[in-house]
């Protein structure tokens, strides 16, 4: 599983929901499944899956779950029993207990993270390939430099 993405692995397509970037909750969410958050949430988060928090969700609270992938914004608590994978538009702010952890370039982490009692804890650090993507000179360019 080295080197392979969270939502490539361990996403159930079946038993997903999500919540759109205009839903607003002020509450705590919980289910067995995946679940993938764009929207805003006030209050704690548990699901048994996968979490996805894209970036342009945020959640101010406690957000557990099997995995999850962070593009977006937490204030407060993570529990993941498996592997986070905070991105590079990832902002973190409070502590992580996790087993393995990716975190890409760029990414902000404002806390500690650490390992469920007596498993050493696995970091793991990327660059999105989007990113450099990104940074590749346009066809205009590229063919006006091979002139």
């Given at each position: 599983m080295e080197?392979?993405?969270i939502s490539e692995s361990f996403s159930d397509p079946g038993?997903?929901?999500?919540?759109l970037?205009?839903?607003?909750?002020?509450?705590?969410?919980?289910g067995p499944g995946d679940l993938e958050l764009?929207?805003?949430?006030a209050g704690d988060i548990a699901v048994g899956g996968l979490l996805v928090i894209?970036?342009?969700g945020s959640v101010r609270g406690k957000a557990s779950a099997g995995n999850m992938v962070l593009a977006g914004r937490v204030q407060g608590?993570?529990?993941v029993q498996e592997r986070i994978e905070i991105r590079s538009s990832g902002r973190m702010e409070?502590?992580?207990i996790c087993q393995k952890i990716s975190i890409a370039e760029g990414a902000f982490l404002n806390g500690e993270v650490h390992t469920h009692k007596g498993r050493p804890l696995t970091p793991?650090?990327?660059?999105?390939?989007?990113?450099d993507l990104q940074a590749m000179k346009s066809p205009d360019e590229a063919g006006a430099a091979r002139k």
């Amino acid at each position: 599983m080295e080197n392979t993405r969270i939502s490539e692995s361990f996403s159930d397509p079946g038993n997903k929901s999500t919540f759109l970037a205009t839903t607003r909750i002020t509450g705590n969410v919980s289910g067995p499944g995946d679940l993938e958050l764009d929207g805003e949430l006030a209050g704690d988060i548990a699901v048994g899956g996968l979490l996805v928090i894209g970036e342009k969700g945020s959640v101010r609270g406690k957000a557990s779950a099997g995995n999850m992938v962070l593009a977006g914004r937490v204030q407060g608590k993570i529990m993941v029993q498996e592997r986070i994978e905070i991105r590079s538009s990832g902002r973190m702010e409070g502590n992580i207990i996790c087993q393995k952890i990716s975190i890409a370039e760029g990414a902000f982490l404002n806390g500690e993270v650490h390992t469920h009692k007596g498993r050493p804890l696995t970091p793991d650090y990327f660059t999105e390939k989007r990113k450099d993507l990104q940074a590749m000179k346009s066809p205009d360019e590229a063919g006006a430099a091979r002139k």
